[in-house]
T-cell receptor, first 114, second 113 residues
């Protein structure tokens, strides 16, 4: 059963530290999405890629967040420096096409910034 | 602009009772619509989707949804609730360029024994 994998599953860090979250999309999927989920804001789209090219990252705080796809099997989301308000669950999802296809979500990275 | 509203952030039903979760959308283009479910400590998974074919869409776990263009609605139903249906349910609509999906705020479903 093909699945999206995310590492780490949990991360506790101190304010000001760099955080890197990794995602391995399902083999053959050409779109990757990064979401953030909090109780207050719900599910927010941060950025998405098609064929490794970033299509939109307008949902991300530009000064501290960055998203990349170094290759087709790896997507990364970095926060530098991290702040307590970044505490959330970060999900990666992949799909075969843009919005018309099913998105397959990973299990998420639960980030706590102290 | 595309948007989704879900009436009721929390819904409680008795086991065996009808489940009805409401979703209304706003779209300036013919929409594709989705329902996703999120179980505790897991990612979202697709329940069903409408992609301009049949207006009544059947999904997994006995759920179905009906696309009603005149009402701009896509409500999710299940005839008989099971304890395992307790989860968060998200309705979603495609963006205007069909490049992304806009998720609603979610409805938390509780099933009472």
């Amino acid at each position: 059963d093909a699945r999206v994998t995310q590492t780490p599953r949990h991360k506790v860090t101190e304010m000001g530290q760099e955080v890197t979250m990794r995602c391995q999309p399902i083999l053959g999927h050409n779109t990757v999405f990064w979401y953030r989920q909090t109780m207050m804001q719900g599910l927010e789209l941060l950025a998405y890629f098609r064929n490794r090219a970033p299509l939109d990252d307008s949902g991300m705080p530009k000064d501290r967040f960055s998203a990349e796809m170094p290759d087709a099997t790896l997507a990364t989301l970095k926060i530098q420096p991290s702040e307590p308000r970044d505490s959330a669950v970060y999900f990666c999802a992949s799909g075969r096409d843009l919005s018309t296809d099913t998105q397959y979500f990973g299990p998420g990275t639960r980030l706590t910034v102290l | 602009a595309q948007s989704v509203t879900q009436l009721g952030s929390h819904v409680s039903v008795s086991e065996g009772a009808l489940v009805l979760l409401r979703c209304n959308y706003s779209s300036s283009v013919p929409p594709y619509l989705f329902w996703y479910v999120q179980y505790p400590n897991q990612g979202l998974q697709l329940l069903l989707k409408y992609t301009s074919a049949a207006t009544l869409v059947k999904g997994i776990n006995g759920f179905e949804a009906e696309f009603k263009k005149s009402e701009t609605s896509f409500h999710l139903t299940k005839p008989s609730a099971h304890m395992s249906d307790a989860a968060e349910y998200f309705c979603a609509v495609t963006g205007t360029s069909y490049d992304k999906v806009i998720f609603g705020p979610g409805t938390s479903l509780s099933v009472i024994p």
